[in-house]
């Protein structure tokens, strides 16, 4: 099962179980916690990784450079996965247990409320293979950082700790590894039995003040990255990301 699901005491938590490729997304595993999640009863979600990672994004194994329709698979798989985060009438949280890469830190960041183990890192890891911010990342990150933070962290590709996310209002929390998964069940266990009407208003309210046009956003993020992945260095990125070497790009 790559997605683990287990519902208790109101807390729906789902595990992205890819231990062995850091939780990288398939295809089915997508479509899996876009279910559960479109069919959520509980009053709060947890999505959080086995393993030592949270999520390194798109399944690069999955994906034939030469090949791929990059732009079908964001508007078709990616994007209604961010609109049902969107749309939870509950809380989501995103507990990153470890590193979150690519439109896994999107992922993350898409939740409500983010909360990270201190030693976990954010990456904006597009670049490093020829490719754009996707998963929503261009709409949520100038809103949660600011313009010179959010381009930094996307033309870098530089890994942000939690702690300096924190700092920054990326993410809501980062916290001692030794605490992390006593605090994210005591945070969820603590939504649960908060006023599920007033929670789901509250969440809605501040998504309606943050302005802009996400699905108009993302349909700029499937168009670009259709560009992007129609580029040689796209092709480059994806060897040199296999082979364990540093992309020589044009
Ligand atoms: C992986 C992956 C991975 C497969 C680690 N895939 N195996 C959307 C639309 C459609 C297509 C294109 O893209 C997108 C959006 C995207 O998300 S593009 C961005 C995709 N993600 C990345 O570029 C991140 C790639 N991964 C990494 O940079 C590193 O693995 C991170 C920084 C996540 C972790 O580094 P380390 O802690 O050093 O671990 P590692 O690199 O040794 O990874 C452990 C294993 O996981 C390794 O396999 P192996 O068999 O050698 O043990 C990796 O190959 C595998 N893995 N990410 N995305």
Known sequence: MTLLVDEAEGVLRLTLNRPEAMN???????????QAIRGATARVIVITGAGRGFCAGQDLAEVDPAAADLERVLREEYEPLVQAIIAAPMPVIAAVNGVA???????????????AAESAVFIQAFARIGLVPDAGGSFFLPRLIGMARAMGAVLLAEPVTARQAEAWGMIWQAVPDAEFSGVVAARAAALASGPALALAEGKRLIRGAMGG?????MAREASAQA???AHPDFIEGVAAFRAKRKPGFL
Do not use: E, P, Y
């Open 227 to 229: 560009r992007a992945g």
């Open 213 to 217: 046009d996400l699905a108009a956003q």
């Open 101 to 115: 890469a690519g439109a896994g830190a999107n992922l993350a960041l898409a939740c409500d409320l983010v909360i």
């Open 24 to 34: 990288a997304l398939t295809s089915a595993l997508r479509l899996a916690l876009t």
